[in-house]
C-alpha cells in the first residue's frame, strides 16, 4: 500500500512539473506576443511620425506656393523669397524646416526629425558627360565602367565593360545603356561597391579638392548625386504667376518679338540672334551680345527647351561647394563665389553675371547647367516611437504649381544620422503635442 502511494506521489508531482513547464512556457509565449504587439504598434507609429514629417514640408510649400509665408508652430508666418521672385533659396521656408536635423519635433509619444534637401542641389547623373565624371571622386576604371554601361554600343572601353563582361558573371545580365534610375543601379555597375557609394572614395583620378564635411571625410557619391531632379522653365516672378520662357528653338514670330522687345532686347538685336548661326543653348546666345542688359534679357526669360520643365540643372542657391566644383568650367574661386552670394541668394538665372570672374568662357560654357528654381525637393526623415525607429526618404514634385509626393522609401542604412551628416542629437524640441 506505501509503495502503492509512493508511486502516486511521484506520479502527482511529474504531472504537476509539467503543468508548470506548460503554464512557463504559455507566460513566456503570451509576453513574446505582447512584446511582438508593441513593436509592431511602435514602428507603425514611428513610421506615421515619418509621414507627418513629409506632409509638414507639403503643407509648407503648398502655402508658398499659393503666395503666403510658411506658418511656425508657435503660430508666427514668416516671408520667402520665392513668393516674390520664384527663386528657390536656402532661405525658404522649406529650408529651415527641421534645422537640417536639428529639431526634434514631439508628436504625442512619438518624435521625428528632418531635413529638405533641394534635388537641384546634388548632380543629376543623367547630365554626367565624360569631363564630368573626371571630376568626382571616381577611379578611372570606375568612369570607364560607368560611361560603358549606361551608353550605347559594344566596344568596352580600357577598364570599363559591355556585354561580353556581364554575360559572363556568375549571374549574367545586361548593361543598361541608359541613364540610371536609382543609386542603387550603381552597385550593378563593375567595380560599384556599396562603400564606393556611401563611404568616401581614396582612388581617385579627379583634381577637384574637395571640402571635408562635418565629419572630416570627403563627399561620397551619396552627398553629390542624385538620379531625379527638375526645375521649372520659367520666367522670375512670383509664385504660381510666372510666365513660360521664350523658346528659342521655335521660328521667332512677330508676337515673340515685341515680347523680347518689351522685356529690353533692341529690334535690332532679336535679328541679330534669328540670323546668328548654329546657337543652340543660352551660353552661346548670350554670347551673341557684348551688353550686360542683352545678356540679362536672354538668360531670365529665354530658353532652347519646349519643356515645361528641365531635367538636371544644379541649383546656385543651393548647390554646395562641392558640386559647384565638379561642373566642368567652374575654379574654386567661382565656386566659392557663388557660395558666398548664397547668403543674399540668386533672385534670377542672370544674378549669375554679378559674381566676380563670370564672365566670357565660364558664361559660355557653364549657365546651360545652372538655374535658380526648383521643382524637386527630398524630404529626410525619421520617427522615433518607445524603442523603434524608422528612416524614409521622400521626393516630392511641384508641377503646376502642386506639390505631389512621387516616392517613399525607407532607408536601410543603421548609421542613418551619420550618412545624412545630423548631429547625434538635437539642440531644439518643438511639441506640437503634449505626450500622454
Do not use: H
Amino acid at each position: 500500500m506505501r509503495r502503492q502511494r509512493g508511486a502516486v506521489f511521484v506520479y502527482c508531482l511529474v504531472v504537476l512539473a509539467a503543468l508548470v513547464a506548460v503554464l512557463a512556457a504559455v507566460e513566456s509565449t503570451v509576453r513574446i506576443d505582447v512584446r511582438s504587439a508593441t513593436n509592431r504598434v511602435q514602428e507603425i507609429k514611428a513610421r506615421q511620425a515619418c509621414l507627418s514629417g513629409v506632409q509638414r514640408y507639403i503643407a509648407t510649400i503648398a502655402n508658398d506656393l499659393k503666395g503666403g509665408g510658411a506658418t511656425t508652430s508657435s503660430g508666427s508666418s514668416t516671408s520667402t523669397i520665392s513668393t516674390t521672385s520664384g527663386a528657390t533659396t536656402l532661405q525658404d521656408d522649406w529650408a529651415q524646416l527641421g534645422s537640417n536635423g536639428d529639431e526634434n519635433v514631439i508628436v504625442g509619444d512619438c518624435k521625428v526629425r528632418m531635413q529638405v534637401v533641394d534635388a537641384s542641389s546634388l548632380i543629376n547623373m543623367s547630365k554626367l558627360t565624360t569631363p564630368w565624371l573626371n571630376r568626382l571622386p571616381l577611379s578611372q576604371q570606375q568612369i570607364d565602367a560607368l560611361n560603358d554601361y549606361t551608353t550605347p554600343g559594344q566596344t568596352a572601353s580600357a577598364d570599363g565593360g559591355k556585354d561580353q563582361y556581364y554575360n559572363g558573371l556568375a549571374f549574367p545580365y545586361k548593361p543598361k545603356l541608359a541613364p540610371l534610375d536609382t543609386l542603387d543601379e550603381l552597385l550593378q555597375v563593375r567595380y560599384f561597391t556599396a562603400s564606393s557609394i556611401w563611404q568616401p572614395n581614396t582612388n581617385i583620378v579627379s583634381t577637384v579638392t574637395f571640402a571635408a564635411g562635418p565629419n572630416g571625410q570627403q563627399p561620397t557619391l551619396y552627398e553629390l548625386l542624385t538620379p531625379y531632379s527638375y526645375s521649372p522653365n520659367v520666367q522670375p516672378g512670383p509664385l504660381g504667376q510666372q510666365q513660360p520662357k521664350i523658346n528659342l528653338t521655335a521660328p521667332i514670330s512677330a508676337g515673340t518679338v515685341n515680347r523680347l522687345v518689351g522685356l529690353g532686347l533692341s529690334r535690332v538685336n532679336v535679328v541679330r540672334l534669328q540670323t546668328a548661326p548654329n546657337i543652340r543653348t543660352l551660353g552661346a546666345a548670350a554670347a551673341v551680345f557684348p551688353s550686360i542688359q542683352d545678356k540679362r534679357v536672354i538668360l531670365d526669360s529665354c530658353t532652347y527647351s519646349g519643356a515645361t520643365r528641365i531635367s538636371g540643372l544644379i541649383n546656385l542657391n543651393t548647390a554646395s561647394q562641392n558640386v559647384l566644383s565638379t561642373v566642368p568650367g567652374i575654379t574654386p574661386n567661382l565656386a566659392q563665389a557663388i557660395v558666398n552670394q548664397q547668403q543674399t541668394g540668386f533672385t534670377k538665372l542672370s544674378d549669375v553675371l554679378n559674381v566676380p570672374g563670370f564672365t566670357g568662357g565660364a558664361l559660355t560654357q557653364t549657365i546651360d547647367s545652372f538655374c535658380v528654381e526648383s521643382s524637386t525637393f527630398i524630404v529626410r526623415v525619421i520617427g522615433f516611437c518607445g524603442g523603434t525607429t524608422v528612416a524614409m526618404e521622400a521626393t516630392v514634385d511641384i508641377i503646376n504649381n502642386v506639390p505631389r509626393l512621387t516616392r517613399l522609401a525607407d532607408v536601410p542604412f543603421t548609421d542613418v544620422i551619420g550618412r545624412w551628416n545630423w548631429n547625434s542629437t538635437t539642440s531644439t524640441d518643438t511639441t506640437l503635442k503634449e505626450a500622454s
